[in-house]
C-alpha cells in the first residue's frame, strides 16, 4: 500500500507539472488587474534592503579619542580576549566567572531563546513540505421511511428506480495529501526570517555572555575596593581612638586642654559613622555576585574573605587595538534582526499573490457494508486549488507598510548599535588611561599627606602649634587614602569596560554550531 501511495504521489506531481502552467497563463489574463495592483504596490513602496555600516572598528579608529595614548608594541591574543578576565591572575575572580556562566538564569534563558528559534526555523522548512494525513472513517444511518416511498414515487415506471436500503453503512481508510507550491516566495521568505532569527538569537546569547562575565567582573573589583575601603576605616577609627585615650589621659593629668580631646573623639565617630553604610554595600555587592553566579544568598560570603585588589600589567590598557577585533556579537544580533524583518517585508508582499495548493487523496471506501480491502474499494482523487486576495479591507497591503516601518526601525537600531560600539571602544580606552593618571597624582597625594601628618603630630608634640593642624592633616590623610583605593578599583573597572566594548568575553561557535547557521541561512536564501 505504501508503496502504491509513493507510485501516486509522484504521479500527481508529473500532473501538476504539467498543467500547472498553463492554467496559471490562464488565470493570469483572468486576474490580470489584480495582479498588477500588487506590482504597482511594490513600484510604490520598493522592497527595503539593509544598508550596511562601515566596520565598527574603523569607526573607532577614524578619529582619535582625545586623551588616549597607544602602545603599538602592546598586544594580546585571540584566546586572551575571549577569556579576558584571566589577566588579572586572580583564582576566585576565573571560580565566579565560571559560575555565572554555568548557572545564570539569564544565560540560561538566551539559551532557551536559541533552542526556540531552532524549533521555529523547522517549522518554517516543514510548511514548504508536503504534508500526509492518515485517516479512517465509518458511519452507519437509517434513512426515514417517507424517504423511500418519496424516491419510488418520482419514477413514472414502477420498478425502474430503486429505493436504497434504509439500513446501510460507509466505511474509508487512506492518506490525505496536501501541497502548496511557492511561486511566489512566501514560504521561503517565512525561512529566510526563521534562519536569521536563529543566527540573531546565537548572537544574543554571545552578547549576554559579554555582558554577564563583564558584570561579575565589575562586581567582584566593587567588592574588593569596598572591603578595602572598610579595612582603611576600621584601622583609622582604631587610631583615632587609641590617640583619643592618650589626649585623654593627658587632659586627666592637666597637661592638655579639653579641646584636643573633644576634637578627636569627634572626629573617631565621624569615622566610625562611615564603617556601616560601607558594611551594607559589601553586603548587596555580595548579594548581586550570589544573582549573577546562581548561587542563593550568603553562599559566597566565607569564599569571599577580603583581599587586595589584583594587580595589572598597564601594558594590558593599549594591548587590543580595534582594528584587530572581531565582530561584537550585538551588532551580528542587530544586523540579523534587520536581515530577519527584510524577510518578513518579503513575505508580506508575496501575500498579496494568488496562492495554489495542491491536494489529494489514496485509499479505500465502501458503502453499504462491502469489504473495505477488497479490489473494488480502491479509491483516489486529485483537488487542485487556489486563492486570491481581491478585497481584505486593506489589511493586507497596511501588512506591508507595516513591515516596511518596522525594517526601517531595525535599519535605524543597527546603525546606531554601530556608532555605540564604536564611542564605547574610544571611551573605555581614554577612560582607563585617564584613570591610571588620576591613580598616580592620587599615590603621590597620599604620601605628601602622610608627611604633613607625620609633620603636624610632631609640631604639637613640641608644642609649637595646637592640635586643629593635626586634625586636618589626619583627615586629609584619610580622605586621599579612600580616594586612592577607589581610583585603583576604577582603573580595573575601566579595563573590564574595555575588554567589554571590545567584544570580549565569549568564544566563537563551534564548528558544528556554525555549520548549523551556515546550513539556515544558506537554505533559507
Known sequence: LIRRIIILLVQIGAMAMKWWKPVVVGLSLTLAPGLMQPAQAGKKNPQPKAEKMPSWTELAQKHPAAYDRTTPEASLTEQQLADWWKTFQDPKLDALIDLSLKNNRDLQAAQARVEEARAQLGISKGEALPWLNLGGTYGRYEAPRGINDKISGMSPYPGVINPPDRNSSVA??????????????????????????????????????????????LNYVSLRTLQQDLDLLERHAALEGEKADLLQTNYQAGLISAYPLEAMRTQEQNTRAEIPRTRQAIQET??????????????????????????????LYHAIPANLMRQR??????????????????????????????????????????????????????????????????????????????????????????????????????????????????????????GAFDLAENRFQAGLSDYQPVLDSERTLLTM?????????????????????????????????????????????
Not at 479505500?364 to 480502491?378: C, D, K, P, V
Open 481 to 525: 587614602k579612600r580616594q586612592e583605593n577607589r581610583s585603583r578599583g576604577q582603573e580595573l573597572a575601566d579595563l573590564i569596560h574595555l575588554y567589554k566594548a571590545l567584544g570580549g568575553g565569549w568564544k566563537p561557535l563551534s564548528d558544528g554550531e556554525q555549520a548549523e547557521i551556515s546550513r539556515a541561512e544558506g537554505k533559507g536564501k
Open 172 to 217: 474509508g481508510l487512506g492518506i490525505d495529501a496536501s501541497w502548496e507550491p511557492d511561486f511566489f516566495g512566501r514560504l521561503k521568505a517565512r525561512k529566510q526570517s526563521a534562519a536569521h532569527n536563529l543566527a540573531a538569537q546565537h548572537a544574543a546569547l554571545y552578547s549576554t555572555w559579554v555582558t554577564l562575565s563583564a558584570e561579575t567582573a
Open 286 to 315: 555580595l548579594t548581586r555576585l550570589s544573582i549573577l553566579t546562581g548561587t542563593e544568598p550568603g553562599q559566597l560570603n566565607d569564599f569571599l574573605d577580603p583581599e587586595d585588589l589584583p594587580e595589572i600589567d598597564p601594558e
Open 329 to 450: 556579537p550585538d551588532i551580528r544580533a542587530a544586523e540579523e534582526r534587520l536581515e530577519a524583518q527584510i524577510a518578513r517585508t518579503k513575505e508580506a508582499r508575496a501575500e498579496l499573490k494568488p496562492r495554489f495548493t495542491l491536494g489529494g487523496f489514496l485509499g479505500l471506501i465502501t458503502l453499504g457494508g462491502g469489504n473495505l480491502f477488497g479490489s473494488g474499494a480502491r479509491s483516489f482523487a486529485i483537488a487542485p486549488s487556489f486563492t486570491f486576495p481581491l478585497f481584505h479591507g486593506g489589511q493586507l497591503r497596511q501588512n506591508v507598510k507595516l513591515q516596511d516601518a518596522r525594517a526601517r526601525e531595525y535599519q535605524a537600531q543597527y546603525e546606531n548599535t554601530v556608532l555605540k560600539a564604536a564611542g564605547e571602544v574610544q571611551d573605555a580606552m581614554t577612560g582607563i588611561v585617564q584613570e591610571k593618571e588620576r591613580k598616580d597624582k592620587l599615590s603621590a597625594g597620599v604620601d605628601n599627606a602622610q
